[in-house]
């Protein structure tokens, strides 16, 4: 059934518009030195002049005055690009991964809503994901014991309220979230009550590379349990696209933007999973931290973490604010914390600032 829904979908979505239109979007969405408002007006003036092989042909100066903003570091090889682009096109032709651009009615509401969104983002498995309510699940790779049975049993307890866990698929605590969210899903259907997986959370993994491939190389499978159960997976890098550490905190700001809360499960300081903390709060969304944060195992893989950091940042190889970023520094600045997802709903459910009044019995809480 899934195979069938995705096909139908993909002879959808590529009847609307012609292959040159597409081609014009893969060519777009490859320029890193656009943002997304610039690339949909360079659509607008060359979709019915000369389209991508048009593109391929301006100077990056010419395109500076088509978006008005100059580009001095930029790089810029337009039949380099459009070589690439017409690759993109052809896998995922021949794999069925769907695409779609920012104005499609299908893609993800939330995530339209930011300043930037992704100008294109390519998926595999199944859209109905994104339909459901959602939370996204963050948290370091270096996961405690009891981090790990805290996003495992808030994803699980998420998805069994029908509610989509959207995170990263890295080690640690992403990985251990997609699989509380999958054993929610499959628990029912070793039960064989179909009607009742219809209506489980599913989960959605947002990649920070291309959507041909899997990182970390280590949950393939996950992978592959996340479209088998009916999730997604989704990427706003198209086939061919070269991967760089960047990607990583361009990737965060998609998990934070997919969902009305952001629940971060462990994170010592600098962690990645802060910076998606940071995205969430200037997007308006709710950031609720776990009480794993504040075990005593976590305390103590922090240390050492903050110990690393301190040599960087005397080495000037790290900013001051990576160095001290911290989850304590969200509480203290109105953050809640919360013990399971039972209190979550508990949480979003209170009136705001109702238990950052109570702050300091919250750290004091998990002291």
């Known amino acids: 059934m899934q195979k069938i829904i995705k096909e139908q979908y993909w002879k959808q979505a590529t009847e609307t518009k012609t292959d040159l239109q597409i081609l014009l979007d893969f060519s777009l969405a490859r320029i890193t030195f656009l943002n997304t408002p610039e690339k949909e007006i360079l659509y607008g003036k060359l979709v019915n002049e000369g389209g991508p092989e048009k593109l391929s042909e301006l100077t990056l100066d010419e395109i500076s005055c088509v978006v008005m903003r100059s580009f001095p570091k930029a790089k810029w090889n337009g039949k380099e690009n459009l070589r690439q682009a017409k690759r993109a ?12 651009k920012f104005t499609d009615s299908d ?17 595999r498995g199944a859209l ?21 049975k805290a996003a495992f049993g ?59 491939e899997i990182l970390p190389g280590v949950h393939v499978k996950l992978a592959e349990n996340i479209i088998k159960s009916g999730g997604c997976l ?11 550490n960047w ?10 933007a997919l969902s009305p809360a952001t629940v971060v499960i462990e994170a010592p300081n600098g962690s990645g999973s802060l910076i998606t903390a940071d995205f969430a709060l200037e997007l308006g969304r709710d950031v609720m931290f776990h009480k794993a944060c504040f075990g005593d195992f976590a305390k103590k893989i922090n240390e050492g973490v903050k110990k690393n950091l301190k040599n960087q940042y005397n080495n000037k190889l790290i900013t001051k604010h990576k ?4 989850c ?23 009136a705001p600032g109702t238990r950052s009044s109570n702050k300091i019995q919250q750290l004091e809480l998990f002291n």
């Open 328 to 350: 304590e520094q969200f509480v203290q600045d109105g953050a809640p914390v919360i013990n399971d997802f039972e209190d979550y709903c508990k949480c979003l459910s209170e």
């Open 128 to 148: 109905e994901a994104f339909s459901q309510k959602s939370v996204s699940v963050v948290g370091t790779r270096q996961l405690s014991p009891e981090g790990r």
């Open 107 to 123: 893609y993800p509401a939330m995530l339209r809503t930011i300043s930037n969104p992704p100008y294109m983002i390519f998926y």
């Open 154 to 212: 808030f994803a699980k307890a998420a998805a069994s309220s029908g509610i989509s866990v959207i995170s990263g698929l890295a080690k640690g605590a992403d990985g251990f979230a997609h699989k509380g969210a999958l054993d929610a899903s499959f628990s029912l259907l070793d039960k064989d009550d179909c009607v009742a997986s219809l209506n489980v959370g599913k989960t959605v993994a947002v990649l920070p590379c291309c959507i041909d």
């Open 89 to 100: 096109y052809e896998v995922c032709k021949k794999l069925k991964i769907g695409f779609l």
């Open 234 to 244: 989704i990427s706003e890098y198209a086939p061919f696209t070269d991967f760089g």
């Open 323 to 326: 160095l001290e970023v911290c």
């Open 247 to 256: 990607h990583y905190v361009q990737r965060n700001r998609i998990i934070a």
